[in-house]
């Protein structure tokens, strides 16, 4: 299945970035997202993990730990990715050994998928916050 967070999770440190004069509490940016502060919570609690922003309970508001220039989508990515629970493919568990192609077809779909992920993750590592927020506010 495929997971939100990522995505979620880019939106919130846009607005961070946006906002950064600002202190944002999770309601504010739930409304944003259209979600639940609960989600945005528990997103932000692996960013702040990650080391790519700092959160203070009971306090409103969430600062970047770097400059936007020097987050990488990867590194947004790899804070929210729920340890290869979301990988790009995921391959179908049990198919029938008796067959010639059930036998063998993991193997081959593991590599290819392995490729396809990886060159996924080459191109988020070239992204940067700041471009994502500089992309939306051209926008605005």
Do not use: W
């Not at 929210?80 to 979301?86: S, T």
């Not at 493919?89 to 029938?96: D, L, T």
């Amino acid at each position: 299945m495929t997971s939100n967070r990522f995505a979620v999770a880019v939106h919130i440190l846009t607005l961070l970035e946006t906002n950064k004069a600002a202190r944002l509490t999770s309601d504010y940016i739930a409304g944003s997202v259209n979600t639940n502060p609960v989600v945005i919570r528990r997103i932000m609690g692996l960013l702040n993990k990650a080391g790519l922003v700092t959160t203070s309970a009971g306090v409103a508001g969430a600062v970047l730990n770097r400059a936007a220039a020097e987050i990488t989508l990867l590194d947004i990515y790899n804070a929210v990715h729920n340890n290869g629970q979301d990988e790009l493919f995921a391959i179908h568990e049990k198919p029938n050994p008796a067959c010639p192609v059930g036998r063998n077809i993991q193997s081959s779909l593991e590599i290819a998928f392995n490729e396809a992920q990886k060159a996924m993750e080459d191109k988020l590592a070239d992204i940067t916050l700041a471009a994502i927020t500089e992309d939306v506010a051209g926008k605005i």
